[in-house]
């Protein structure tokens, strides 16, 4: 079982294994939070914000990428600049 912080760190690993996908096309990612150890919040930026298919990016991409990294994840989700996480 991972501690918060170890989680965490795998997750960071896992978004800078897709991040380079966003900042090719002038976006990126950011790490809101992890809650109960299942579910992360992120916060898609730049031209990812306004993407058409951020939506799918965020489940094929992202969260596959999580979830290889850190199985226990359920769900990743979009918080937008307008939320609060």
């Known amino acids: 079982?991972?501690?918060g912080q170890e989680l965490r760190k795998t997750v960071e690993t896992a978004l800078d294994e897709i991040r380079p996908f966003l900042k090719?096309?002038?976006?990126?990612?950011?790490?809101?939070?992890?809650?109960?150890?299942?579910?992360v919040k992120v916060r898609l930026m730049g031209t990812c914000v306004?993407?058409?298919?951020n939506q799918m990016t965020l489940r094929s991409g992202v969260e596959m990428?999580?979830?290889?990294?850190?199985p226990q994840i359920k769900e990743v989700v979009n918080v937008k600049a307008d939320q609060t996480a």
Do not use: F, P, Q, R
Request: glycine residues 6%; aromatic residues 0%.
């Open 1 to 3: 079982m991972m501690t």
């Open 24 to 39: 090719s096309d002038g976006g990126d990612i950011e790490l809101l939070s992890i809650e109960e150890d299942s579910l």
């Open 50 to 53: 306004d993407c058409t298919v």
């Open 65 to 70: 990428t999580i979830k290889k990294h850190a």
